[in-house]
């Protein structure tokens, strides 16, 4: 049984994240978590929501329900552009300390530069990808609020 959360909204007190179901470049994709006050979502090795343990396949199992399996690819911050092989969230700088690879990843080298989960990857489901590919997206926006959109329209992004 799929709890009301898991369907409705992934949220905690300051802290929703939203999923923005169309495809865009990374870069884009991190403007537009910046322009709603956001940032680009990450998931950590381990995070509770709702009083319970939350690992990587139940965030990709979210973002599929929410965004009715629309989005083969899902952005992370995360880039090894400026050393191959040192993975670091592009809108902070640190490295990343949990990068949970598909097998036979990461293999693109100076090509393949970003980080996108593949939600059909179960427990392990990064992958490397150019940035300019277009992958979806999620915001973590720090706000104390639920949104129970189920994202956001192409035509008012980053105001088109």
Same mark, same amino acid.
């Given at each position: ?30 403007? /537009?978590?910046?322009?709603?006050? *956001?940032?680009?979502? +990450? ?6 929501? $709702? =009083? ?33 092989g040192v993975f670091v969230n ?11 690879? /598909?097998?036979?990843?990461?293999? *693109?080298?100076?090509? +393949? ?6 939600? $059909? =990857? ?39």
């Amino acid at each position: 049984k799929v709890s009301d959360w898991a369907v409705c909204h992934s949220h905690e007190a300051n802290n929703t994240v939203l999923p923005i179901p169309f495809k865009m470049e990374q870069k884009d994709a991190s403007k /537009l978590c910046q322009k709603l006050r *956001g940032r680009m979502f +990450q998931i950590a090795e381990s995070s509770t929501r $709702s =009083g319970s343990p939350f690992t990587v396949l139940n965030y990709t199992e979210w973002f599929k329900t929410t965004t009715s399996g629309s989005c083969e690819k899902i952005w992370t911050p995360l880039t090894d552009e400026e050393e191959e092989g040192v993975f670091v969230n592009l809108e902070n700088g640190i490295e990343a300390d949990f990068l949970p690879w /598909l097998d036979g990843q990461p293999n *693109g080298g100076s090509l +393949q530069n970003s980080v996108a989960i593949w939600p $059909s =990857g179960g427990n392990n489901p990064y992958i490397d990808v150019s940035p300019s590919d277009g992958c979806c997206s999620w915001c973590n926006l720090n706000v104390d609020l639920i949104l129970s959109l189920r994202g956001v329209c192409r035509d008012t992004f980053m105001g088109e």
